[in-house]
Nanobody, 118 residues
Framework: QVQVVESGGGLVQFGGSLRLSCAAS????????MGWYRQPPGKQRELVAT???????NYADSVKGRFTISRDDTKNTVYVQMNSLKPEDTAVYYC????????????WGQGTQVTVSA
């Protein structure tokens, strides 16, 4: 059974930084696209950033220049470094692990809370 476990959330002040980690117990981790998504209070889940198996990254406009996604395939782990945090970054952050066709696998973690105080 695949496990996806996020860590690193917490309470931080405006302008502060946090680094989230996500470890996934999948075989061939390096073959998966990894992503971070978030769900602010009362809103739908939204993309934060993704990184492909080849290292191509994609960011939501709201986090460009502040967040950096990276992966360590030797540790089956993906990270997101979050700098210059704002209150609007407050959300539950979820890790996503997915593969393309033909397997079309898609796994989610349980989420980790990030709260940014004004």
């Amino acid at each position: 059974q695949v496990q996806v476990v996020e860590s690193g959330g917490g309470l931080v002040q405006f302008g502060g930084s946090l680094r989230l980690s996500c470890a996934a117990s999948v075989r061939m981790f390096r073959a998966y696209t990894m992503g971070w998504y978030r769900q602010p209070p009362g809103k739908q889940r939204e993309l934060v950033a993704t990184i492909t198996s080849g290292g191509t990254t994609n960011y939501a406009d709201s986090v460009k220049g502040r967040f950096t996604i990276s992966r360590d395939d030797t540790k089956n782990t993906v990270y997101v470094q979050m700098n210059s945090l704002k209150p609007e970054d407050t959300a539950v952050y979820y890790c996503n692990v997915r593969s393309g066709a033909p397997l079309n696998l898609n796994y989610w973690g349980q989420g980790t809370q990030v709260t940014v105080s004004a």
